[in-house]
């Protein structure tokens, strides 16, 4: 082979390096490899969670596929096993029922054992908490002072007899509550408290739990049950503000064990496909930017020590001598609750709890 032969044959395999190169770069077939992506299942709204997940996305340029399921979420993951990599849930109970149907996976990251205390994760690692609120008692500020309330039990007292509002029973919120109160008592002693409540309720359960503080505004009853998040909802629209201003919240049981909490929480699914990725956004739903976002925008409370929470919360109980808001909080069990979850639907039920009352 000559000089000028040489020359040639390297000009060639120079030009096919350049030729495959691209293919390289972007997977083949000349086109782009496909951006990184998670998916995640949730019965939360896009109004709370979608800004967190573009942000997520503006990070780290993972994709973040949201599906926003309102009801039959669990089914959903039954049926679609491998729709998701990450659940979100409102309420800790679904994935208590999840864990024990399979649909989950631990995680490991001691990014999430950091951010999240004991109390706030599952024992074998199969959800974290990411926020809650508390259930607390709104009551009448014209009608009902701070000492004549101490704790939930309390309120089957006759005294309140047609002085009471709450939604349904059988809503998520009060069952998780009263599962708590039954881990907490027992049941037996439960279902008294359910049928004094029940004596007690001004009409029978409606509505949501602001339109319990609106029927408080409007005289019709003095007490609701309800979460501490909608203190400053409703005082954040102007349509709903004489209702918040209408009424104090009560944490209860402070001089007991302590007020309980609905727990919002995440997990990774069996899905499998994309677990690393997965446990990278867990980890940035329990770091310092979504939990400021959780604590300021959503007025709950975050899990994750050191970060505040909103100014509206820390005024919540001040009439109970509570001070910044810092009230005592009960973590019963998630496990121990899902365990009685369906004997208290079914004493619920028996008690004919939603028809008490006129409509």
Same mark, same amino acid.
């Given at each position: ?8 044959? %390297?000009? $060639?395999? =120079?030009?096919?390096? !350049?030729? /495959? +190169?691209? *293919?390289?770069?972007?997977? &083949?077939?000349? @086109? ?51 729709? %998701?990599? $990450?659940? =979100?849930?409102?309420? !800790?109970? /679904? +994935?208590? *029922?999840?864990?024990?149907? &399979?649909?989950? @996976? ?69 069952? &998780? ?183």
């Amino acid at each position: 082979m000559n000089a000028a032969t040489s020359i040639r044959a %390297a000009l $060639l395999a =120079v030009g096919l390096l !350049a030729a /495959l +190169l691209p *293919s390289c770069r972007d997977g &083949g077939g000349g @086109q782009a490899a496909p951006s990184p992506e998670i998916r995640v299942l949730t019965d939360r709204t896009a109004s709370h969670l979608q800004k967190l997940f573009d942000e997520y996305s503006k990070q780290t340029g993972v994709r973040v596929v949201a599906n926003f399921v309102d009801e039959e979420l669990l089914a959903r993951l039954e049926s679609r096993p491998a729709e %998701a990599d $990450l659940i =979100v849930v409102k309420e !800790a109970h /679904l +994935l208590e *029922s999840a864990k024990r149907q &399979g649909l989950l @996976q631990p995680f490991s990251s001691k990014i999430v054992e950091l951010n999240v205390p004991a109390a706030f994760r599952d024992p074998a690692a199969h959800y974290a908490v990411l926020s809650y609120r508390a259930r607390v008692v709104y009551y009448s500020k014209d009608r009902v002072a701070p000492p004549d309330l101490s704790t939930y039990l309390g309120l089957a007292d006759p005294k309140w007899k047609g002085r009471i509002c709450l939604r349904s029973g059988f809503h998520d919120y009060n069952v &998780g509550l009263f599962s708590q109160l039954a881990t907490i008592h027992g049941l037996p002693r439960i279902e008294t408290f359910l049928q004094g409540l029940r004596d007690n309720l001004a009409r029978a359960p409606q509505g949501d739990d602001r339109d319990q503080m609106r029927a408080i505004a409007e005289g019709k009853c003095d007490l609701a049950l309800a979460n501490s998040y909608y203190m400053g909802i409703m005082l954040g629209r102007e349509d709903q503000r004489a209702w918040a201003q209408a009424t104090h919240v009560f944490f209860p049981d402070q001089a007991e064990r302590g007020a309980l909490l609905m727990r919002s929480c995440a997990a990774l699914t069996r899905a499998g496909r994309h677990t690393k990725q997965a446990t990278a956004l867990l980890e940035f739903l329990t770091g310092d930017y979504a939990q400021r976002y959780f604590a300021e925008a959503l007025l709950e409370y975050p899990v994750k020590a050191g970060v505040g929470i909103a100014p509206v919360n820390k005024a919540l109980g001040r009439e109970q001598g509570i001070e910044n808001g810092a009230f005592k909080a009960d973590h019963v069990s998630l496990t121990q609750a899902a365990d009685l979850r369906e004997k208290v639907i079914a004493a619920l039920a028996r008690l004919d709890f939603d028809r008490k009352g006129q409509k």
